[in-house]
């Protein structure tokens, strides 16, 4: 398995560690539940460094990106500012999402998945014209910082820091010497996440966890995400999908006539389905590929857990078009149907329930 630049120091400090999209990641530090609540309640932080940075570069640089990615990087209008894209395949399937940065004038920075990172690099290649440059940073380590409290205690860890991230609007983010920080997450608080030389990475988690900050692994990272009602790449969407059945529509630029790849198919493709969310009205756990009945006709749950926030069962699920919030559903749980009602996402976000 890969290993990040801070696989020596989870092992160090005891996390279980398990292989996640090739990587060994740690799965949790001793107690999944505390490091979700620490993450709504205060600060917990993830290393992220599987996580592929890409800079992209050059006089074609924009233009590039404007067909490779359903939304649109010209409405990033000044240096720091970010938006959050779908990047598809000929038919409009989702072959991954990304955050894409403008850092300045013909200079973009995208952050993709690790599971999807060495297909996605193939795949920009193939689209990349002479006149842009692609060059992955597997150089630099990702320290996620998130919670009410997580910015105040990432300037008394890293105080260098301070002057560059402070004055940022959620998801902007500013470059800082060797550094970039962002006000980005995965987790449905506020937070940072913080692009560092690898070199660097030990020192800085060292600081962080010497303020306060708690360290958190993928089980938390998933149940955050979950309540945040934020997509699983692999899960909730994939390539067989198009945006518009995963409730990422909101992302797909339509206006003019910029040729996107997947514009064409997303034209001509109605969507089969659409993507809400689940709370099952008693006991039990909702998982992926869980049948679900309602009242317009059949689907499955693409995510589930248990909510530590709300202490019930969430999920999204792949459901009929026709459904709405509100509608009453059926979901089989060890061959038995319980009941659920259909809600909109997100369940939490900044640790207040919605739903």
Known sequence: MLETPLTAVHRAAGARLVEFGGWEMP???GSQIDEHHAVRRDAGMFDV???LVLDVAGAGAAS???RALANDVSRLAAPGKALYSCMLAEDGGVLDDLVAFLLGAGRYRLIVNAA????????LERLRPPDADLRPRRDLAMIAVQGPNARARCWQALPELREAGE???PFCGAETGDAFVARTGYTGEDGLELMLPAARAGEAWGRLFAAGVRPCGLGARDTLRLEAGLNLYGQDMDAAVTPFECAL???????????FVGRAALSARAPA???LGLVLEGGGVLRAHQEVVCASGAGSVTSGTFSPTMQASIALARLPVAS????AARVTIRGKPLAARIVKPPFVRHGRILV
């Open 49 to 51: 460094s599987h996580m």
């Open 249 to 259: 529509g909101w992302t797909v630029a339509l206006g003019g006539q910029r040729d």
């Open 273 to 275: 389905a659409c993507l």
């Open 324 to 327: 709405r919030p509100g509608d």
């Open 64 to 66: 590039f990106l404007r």
């Open 27 to 29: 799965l949790h530090y």
């Open 167 to 169: 004055p940022l609007a």
């Open 116 to 123: 999807t990172a060495k297909s996605d690099l193939e795949w």
